[in-house]
């Protein structure tokens, strides 16, 4: 998997620049990046299952808060952390359908 670069300068993004800058601005050109619609729905594709069906499996299962509540917060995480590897940025914004 490879990590997404700007569309205007094609400096590539650290995977620490994805995370923690939610604006999204490239730190080289300054420009603002958007992702693509493929990238978008390539992102909510991962998101979905986990918010619809993982996530509402661990609350109803028969478990203890204690395993309960750690495992759907590091699901939540993984899903963040494995989320930068799917952007693909372009100048404009694109209208999802
Ligand atoms: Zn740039």
Request: proline share 6%.
């Amino acid at each position: 998997m490879k990590l997404p670069s700007c569309w205007n300068c094609a400096h590539s993004f650290t995977y620490r620049e994805l995370v923690w800058n939610w604006r999204l601005r490239c730190p080289n050109c300054g420009n603002k990046q958007f992702l693509t619609k493929k990238s978008r729905i390539q992102i909510l594709l991962i998101e979905l299952p986990m918010y619809i069906i993982v996530i509402p499996l661990i609350t109803i299962a028969d478990i203890s808060l204690y395993i309960k509540f750690p495992a759907v917060l590091i699901l939540i995480l993984m899903t963040l952390f494995i989320l930068p590897f799917w952007y693909r940025f372009t100048n404009k914004e694109q209208s999802f359908v």
